[in-house]
């Protein structure tokens, strides 16, 4: 009976941990129940089919198994993401355990005694691991943005796995307490790899990221001065209509005292001409929104696309202009990249509203063909250029991450939607 109950704590403490793990570092795809029992599957799997395992590499294999399945249904991860975590979780748990092994071997000299118990204590030093690594690192790894990065990651993780075997090896058959006081010594350094090498990591994702925002930002930043310039344009022709006009004026003045025949011809002329107007499409005074809705949409029209619009947003937003131009940027490209494939029918239709401290934000537009995504469930861009291309709706949703908004998309009858609520 007592036997039991240690492996049920220890297997407990495994769960819990590994489950600490990954929710720190992965975000989740489902939630409650479902959730719950992926992990509870993963007590159960340790409880039988791992009882019966014996060895290191039959250990670590039956471990990554059970992982793959439980990271493939409850994160939002690629297989390469997976396989990288799996090992890392895989290193930082076995160094752990071995930090205690080895300490318990320079107390008493051999690892006899309750080794349920030990394990125990390896999850606990694995639990602090965690919460040290939630302190240095902040976010989610989200992908591979560099394959030789990750590729990198795995083989430390790996490597630490083995070198820790073979370290515990020479340990339990060390007659002398110096060896195994280096060997202490190395298993701790093998720790700090372990934890060095994710935040490693993690600070080139947030450095590709930055990046990548900092180019949205500067394609906005073009956006405004063109929409500036044409709103010059339009300031100055509008100056000269005006000087065209009283000179008009002052001769329908006289046409009108000396001929008025001639007065009517004039003006009928003049009212029957073409004035190249350039209407704008969105005119709600919010210059962000105005600006990269006009602009998209002169776009839009050269690829023979037309944009209908329905808005009704105030001229102030509680929203940062960059934040407005992402969301919409991204999404007005990502709908014209579809649009323009078909050979009629190219419209896109737009609804802005803001009611109740609430903005919704609209975009639909037709497809055709099959819509690809990757392992996480996300859309996959068809442009070659997938490096700048890929993140689309990804920024879509760090915005909408930022108000705590909701993001939806939904594919009936080839015709895509995405409502955006901030």
């Given at each position: ?76 991860t690629t297989f390469a993401i997976n396989i990288m975590m799996i090992l890392l979780a895989i290193s930082l748990s076995g160094i752990s355990e071995g930090v205690i ?160 025949d001639e007065a009517k011809k004039f003006l009928k002329e003049y009212l029957g001409e073409n004035i190249d107007n350039k209407s704008e499409l969105s005119k709600s ?138």
């Amino acid at each position: 009976m007592e036997k039991i109950f240690w492996e049920i704590l220890a297997a407990s403490a495994l769960v819990i941990t590994m489950e600490q793990f990954f929710s720190a570092f992965l975000k989740k795809k489902i939630v409650g129940w479902k959730y719950t029992g992926m992990w509870i599957f993963f007590f159960l799997y340790h409880m039988s089919i791992m009882g019966l395992v014996k060895g290191p590499l039959a250990t670590m294999t039956g471990n990554v198994i059970a992982l793959a399945i439980i990271c493939w249904f409850s994160y939002q991860t690629t297989f390469a993401i997976n396989i990288m975590m799996i090992l890392l979780a895989i290193s930082l748990s076995g160094i752990s355990e071995g930090v205690i092994a080895i300490f318990i071997l320079l107390v008493q000299g051999d690892l006899t005694g309750n080794l349920y118990l030990y394990s125990v204590m390896g999850k606990i030093v694995f639990w602090i691991c965690i919460r040290i690594l939630c302190l240095l690192c902040k976010g989610k790894v989200e992908g591979v943005q560099k394959k030789g990065y990750g590729i990198f990651l795995i083989i430390i993780a790996n490597v630490n796995i083995w070198v820790l075997i073979g370290n515990l090896t020479i340990s339990i058959h060390a007659e002398g307490d110096l060896v195994k006081i280096w060997s202490g010594i190395i298993t701790f350094m093998l720790l700090l790899v372990d934890m060095i090498a994710l935040k490693l990591y993690l600070i080139y994702q947030e450095k590709v990221e930055e990046k990548s925002m900092k180019q949205l930002y500067a394609e906005q930043v073009r956006m405004y001065d063109e929409e500036l310039h044409e709103k010059q344009k339009t300031i100055d022709g509008v100056r000269r209509t005006r000087h065209d006009i009283k000179n008009h004026m002052i001769y329908l003045q006289e046409l009108l005292a000396e001929n008025p025949d001639e007065a009517k011809k004039f003006l009928k002329e003049y009212l029957g001409e073409n004035i190249d107007n350039k209407s704008e499409l969105s005119k709600s005074g919010n210059l962000a929104v105005d600006a990269l809705i006009n602009y998209k949409n002169i776009i839009a029209r050269e690829k023979g696309i037309t944009i209908h619009l329905e808005s009704r947003i105030p001229a102030e937003l509680p929203y940062e202009s960059t934040d407005l131009s992402i969301i919409l940027g991204n999404l007005l490209d990502n709908a014209m990249e579809a649009t323009e494939k078909l050979e009629n029918e190219k419209d896109i239709f737009v609804s802005l509203l803001y009611q109740k401290e609430k903005m919704l934000i609209k975009v639909q537009n037709p497809y055709t063909g099959d819509l690809k995504k990757d392992r996480a469930g996300n859309y996959i861009s068809e442009k070659k250029d997938r490096e700048n291309h890929g993140i689309g709706l990804k920024s879509v949703r760090k915005v909408v991450e930022k108000y705590e908004g909701v993001m939806e998309i939904h594919t009936e009858e080839q015709t895509f939607e995405v409502y955006v609520i901030l």
